[in-house]
């Protein structure tokens, strides 16, 4: 009998390694109760589909002197789908960019900006972003403390169906 596509097991495996990427298999296999050998499939399995996206290491932002964030709300000219990836592109292409999202409301931009001190946000505000073409408006938000940061996703919903 075939398996569902996802079950507690590899919502298990997420939980896991949302916690410790670096864990290695055969302790991710213990503490799922598998065997090393299924648990590595099913991780490989969930790399293949997708769902683990990628590993990497946190950096503390202070720690490597980049202690100012910023949240910058764009409004931009001309809406449509070429406008979206030349703005999309553009902001990719700025090392200072640490996320964007497309979002309703009064923007159409949040973008996360993460950069040493005022003096270089403003160069990065100025000199790449308000140079991007159809960039109408940009207000900025600046964090004052970070209370959670990219804690792990709930996967509380899964199993879930393709």
């Known amino acids: 009998m075939p398996r569902s596509p996802y079950d507690r097991i590899d919502r298990s495996i997420l939980e896991h390694l949302q916690r410790n990427g670096r864990m290695a298999n055969v302790d991710l296999a213990e503490a799922v109760r598998l065997s090393p050998s299924s648990c590595l499939r099913r991780t490989k399995t969930l790399e293949a589909d997708g769902i683990i996206s990628g590993y990497r290491a946190e950096l503390d932002r202070d720690r490597v002197g980049l202690g100012l964030t910023a949240f910058v709300a764009l409004t931009v000219e001309q809406h449509s789908r070429a406008t979206s990836r ?8 700025i090392p200072a960019v640490v996320a964007c999202h497309v979002v309703s409301g009064e923007a159409d931009f949040l973008v996360e900006v993460a950069v040493p001190d005022l003096a270089a946000y403003e160069v990065v505000l100025l000199d790449e972003i308000l140079a991007i073409g159809p960039v109408r408006d940009a207000r900025s938000t600046f964090a004052i403390r970070t209370v959670v940061n990219r804690g792990p996703l709930p996967v509380d919903h899964w199993p879930s169906r393709r």
């Open 86 to 93: 030349l703005i999309e592109e553009a902001l990719i292409a």
